[in-house]
């Protein structure tokens, strides 16, 4: 930053000479500034006010660190996902927007509350932040909401975001589905697991956020093959698994699918045309299993 303190225009035209995208600029000055809540409208309307020396200072570490690969949610310390605002950090992956789509799937399948006799069970495997979780409780309160995670510094983050907002998720540390070897069946099991190719050299730019989140074998699968292969203890007939995967996983995800046993094999696109999701049904065999009788 120069000698003389920058106005908020002059300072986010400085980051972004320095190669910051225009949205990431905006988003670490309002931090700076205190004004999150306010918007980016707000840096237009007072373009030309003054940041003070440490403002400008606080400003330029925030903008090196970034241009380093820092997620800009680990630098201020929140993220939107879902129209919550959940707290992050380097505990836990920064929540995607293309994960909400997800999301939209699960409330797809999700009855509205007082629509079904009993309320749904649902588990989210790998919740990290509880970005998952937290958004499925918000939008079907009356569903009951488990979230796994294996990490505790993980569920600490969940936990964290599921008090500030007041809802009521049931916090369970463990490997997949064998940390609910003593529940009921659930109706719905969606996940947004380590998909990543370990020799991936893109996981070279994620330096910041947690590898177990993140890498899943040699091709990327072995998370997912894990939790498809404990999903049919664990879901009662007609239950949904939905897995988050990556971008040229889905027919191999489908078919890991349809191998065990699920139907209703399909798939969702995210917004930019790719198929992002996978999920099937299971059907179940023998007897139907009464659910909804634990809480």
Known sequence: MPDSMPTVQQALQQAQARGLARIDAQMLLLHVLDRAAAGRAWLLTHDQEMLGDGQARAYEALCARRQEGE??????????????DLAVDARVLDPRPD??????????????????????????????????????QSQRTKARVWAVDASADALAVAGANARRLELPLRLVQGSWLQALADQEPFDLIVSNPPYIRSDDPHLADLVHEPLSALASGTDGLDDIRAIIVQAPERLRPEGWLLLEHGWDQAEAVAGLLRAAGFSAVQHRHDLGGIARCTGGQWQGHGSAIPHGSQV
């Open 71 to 84: 997620p800009v949610a680990y630098l201020v310390g929140r993220k939107e996902f879902y129209g919550l």
């Open 99 to 136: 994960t909400e789509t997800l999301v939209d799937w699960a409330l797809e399948l999700m009855p509205a509350d007082g629509g079904h006799a009993l309320p749904w069970r649902v588990v989210d495997l790998g919740t990290g932040s509880g970005a998952i979780a937290l958004a499925l």
